[in-house]
Each structure stands twice: as C-alpha cells, then as structure tokens.
Nanobody, 124 residues
Framework: QVQLVESGGGLVQAGGSLRLSCAVS????????MGWFRQALGKEREFVAA????????HYADSLKGRFTISRDIAKNTVYLQMNSLKPEDTAVYYC?????????????????WGQGTQVTVSS
C-alpha cells in the first residue's frame, strides 16, 4: 500500500515561485520512481518530472526544463517540485504519483498510485 499526501499549491503572480511537497508512505519497496504530473482545465494530464528514489536520476518534460526542479528528501520520505518563473499557462492541478518501476517513466500509465492533487494558479 502506498499513500501520497500533497501540499504547497496556491495562487501566485506570474514570475513568482511555489514549492510543492508530496509525502510518501510506502512499505516493502526500496526502489521506485516518484513523478509529478499536471492537468490544466480541459486538457489531458501531462508529465512534468520524475525522480528515481534510490539513485536520484531525474527526468523533466522538455518544455519545463530550467524552470522546474524535482528533488527528494529520503529521510523525510518526501518529494518536492520547485517551480520558478511561473507563467499563467502553468495553472493546473498538480499530482504526485508513485511508480513501482525504477527507471523514471514519463507515461501516466506506468504510475500505480496518485496523490489527491493540489491546485496551482498563476495570475497574469
């Protein structure tokens, strides 16, 4: 059983920053991937970033590389998404997700558990 609890969303002006957190509770697995996805209103959910838990290998959506940073704190069992230089088009519900795979997948179907989502709204 895996539980994910997200926090950190909110309203921010364009150009601002936010940091999302996702606390993960997982038993028996020592090697897995944590990912972030987002879904804007009326659009499909899209990959944002992923990090492999054991080795810390990181993957980003090409369009977000340089503005978003994914990281993990193993001691706190928490994954973070630091978002800088936010734009109105970054407005979406952001989800953290857990995958039993260890290679850092970018595909929604490769993730087994999902957080409840947190709203990020960027005003212009």
């Amino acid at each position: 059983q895996v539980q994910l609890v997200e926090s950190g969303g909110g309203l921010v002006q364009a150009g601002g920053s936010l940091r999302l957190s996702c606390a993960v509770s997982v038993r028996t697995f020592s090697s897995y991937t944590m990912g972030w996805f987002r879904q804007a209103l009326g659009k499909e959910r899209e990959f944002v970033a992923a990090i492999t838990w054991r080795h810390g290998n990181i993957h980003y959506a090409d369009s977000l590389k340089g503005r978003f940073t994914i990281s993990r704190d193993i001691a706190k069992n928490t994954v973070y998404l630091q978002m800088n230089s936010l734009k109105p088009e970054d407005t979406a519900v952001y989800y953290c997700a857990w995958s039993r795979t260890a290679w850092g997948p970018r595909t929604e179907g490769d993730y087994d558990y999902w957080g409840q989502g947190t709203q990020v709204t960027v005003s212009s």
